[in-house]
Every structure is written in structure tokens, then in C-alpha cells.
């Protein structure tokens, strides 16, 4: 959504679910559905136009990357069979990480995956040519995803992960009634596997660590450094995130309140005590500070 601000800046959501969203009609952040919405009809007559089919006609085509959705899930296409030939492939994906360099260059990736690598930037350049961008932000979540696509287009895609403090993140899930293993366990899978397979695949400098605390509190200089980052001059327009009307296809419900702008809650300095704050730094404390949260 920051990066967003940016004329010369897609912001896009999690792309990965975007032909769900067209099958379920669900809303663009605009406040329309993204199937009546104008920018993204521009999208997809272009991409129409490109590719000789129409994404709001045939979604699934689209072919990305395999995502499992837990909210607002398309059950006609998301079967049991169809998560099962998912873990498949993310097990094949998991065997392959266990080779040595030497081994992991000789092994291809699964078909579909390479084929969705292939399809996400058609997406992209769809994005980028109907909304004259030069950058595009994708902000589906996969780390592998993210390696393969560096590595077809190592000189134009650059990797960026946010993250935030535990605790925070704890008490959030706690006071939305999880159990304590769960408000843990997603978070804690996800940066042990996403940070040591960026750091074995992507070159250190296409690849940057930002603390949503920081973009928070400073988001003059974080912005400044994101620019720097992905190669465009900053501008002011990111600081008032009320004055551009995103299109984010897909993701949580922030996307409807950018307006609002970055909030620090850091609730959990207050709100996070004794036995569960115990229970935290035991389980995931290590992981916290090596994330930069001491
Ligand atoms: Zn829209």
C-alpha cells in the first residue's frame, strides 16, 4: 500500500488469488468488486488482448503459482484433490531444497510452477503496460515463488520482506481467540522457512529486510530507502496515503482502510504479561531477536 503512493508504482495485493477473487466477485479495494472494476477491466482487456483469452471469462487459466486460501474459499475449484496435487508439489519442492547446490541446479522445479513463473510476469507486463507503471508490487506471500521468479528475471524483480514484532503479532491472534500454538505457529513456519531460502537462492542485493515498526514510525526514510532500493526516485505522495485510490485485488482487510495510513500498535508492551509473554519468548524468542526484535 505504501509503495503504492508512488506514480510510477502498481500496488496489486496478492496476485496469487486473483482468479479466485474474480470467481467469488469478491471487492477491489477501490470498493467495487474487481470484476466491475474500471482499472482492473483495463488489465484484462489488455491482457486479453496479449494472450487471446479474458481472465474475467476463464480466471483459472491465469495459471499462478499454487496458493491455498483460507478466507473466502472457491470451493469448486479448491477440491481435496486439488490440495492434495498442491502438497505434492510443495513436497517435491522441499526434497529439492534438501539437495547441495550442485544437485538443486541439476533439478527443475514442477512443470505448473514454471509455467505460473511464466504466467505471473504475462500478468505483470499486463499491469504494468494498461496502468502505465514501471513497477509492479505483488505481494502474495511465497517464498519459493519468489526465488523462481528472481531467478528467471534476476535484473528486474526485487524481493522485500516486511516483518513485525512476535509479540505483537502473538496478542493480536491471543485476543482473537487462538490458541496459544496457533497464534505462534504460522508466524514462526513462515520466517523459518522464507529468510534462509532467500538468503541460499536471491543476491543480497536484491533481496531487503524492512520492520513494519520502522515504516511506522519513519516512514520518510524507510520510504527513501525502498525507492533506493527498487531503483525509482522517492516522492511525498507516499507520506499521505488518503490521496491515491489503490486497486489491491486481493489480501487482508487493511487494503479497504489505506487511507488511514501505517499505525504503530505496539499494544503488546503494555498488554503482554507474565505467563504468555513467558510462553512467547520460549517459543519464539530466538527467532524475534534474529528478526531484529530485541
Ligand atoms: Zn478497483
Known sequence: MFLGGHP???????????????TNKESCSCGTTINECGEWAR??????????????????????????????VDTSHQTSIRIASMQFRKALLNVRELLPDSLHKLTRIPSSLKQAVD?????????????QKTHVIDSSKNAREAVELWRHKPDQVRIILLTRDGRGVYLSRRKAGRSRED???????????FIPLIE?????????RLQYEDLARHPQSVGIELCKFIGIKF????????????????????????????????????????????????QAGELNRHLGYH
Open 8 to 22: 510510477f508504482v502498481a500496488s496489486t495485493g496478492e496476485l496469487n488469488f486473483i482468479s479466485k477473487s474474480l
Open 43 to 72: 488489465v484484462f482487456d489488455k491482457f486479453a488482448r496479449d494472450h487471446g483469452f479474458d481472465p474475467r471469462h476463464d480466471p483459472y487459466r491465469l495459471g499462478l503459482w499454487d496458493s491455498r486460501a483460507f478466507n473466502l
Open 119 to 131: 504466467n505471473k510476469f504475462r500478468l505483470i507486463e499486463a499491469i504494468a503496460g494498461a496502468w
Open 183 to 193: 497464534s505462534i505457529a504460522g508466524w514462526r513456519n513462515y520466517y523459518r522457512k
Open 200 to 208: 541460499r537462492h536471491v543476491a543480497p542485493d536484491c533481496f531487503l
Open 235 to 282: 516522492t511525498t505522495s507516499m507520506l499521505d496515503m488518503g490521496t491515491t485510490t489503490l486497486h489491491l485485488a486481493s489480501g487482508n482487510d487493511t487494503r479497504f482502510s489505506a487511507s488511514k495510513g501505517i499505525r504503530l500498535d505496539e499494544r503488546w508492551r503494555t498488554d503482554l504479561l507474565g505467563d504468555e509473554l513467558a510462553y512467547f519468548e520460549a
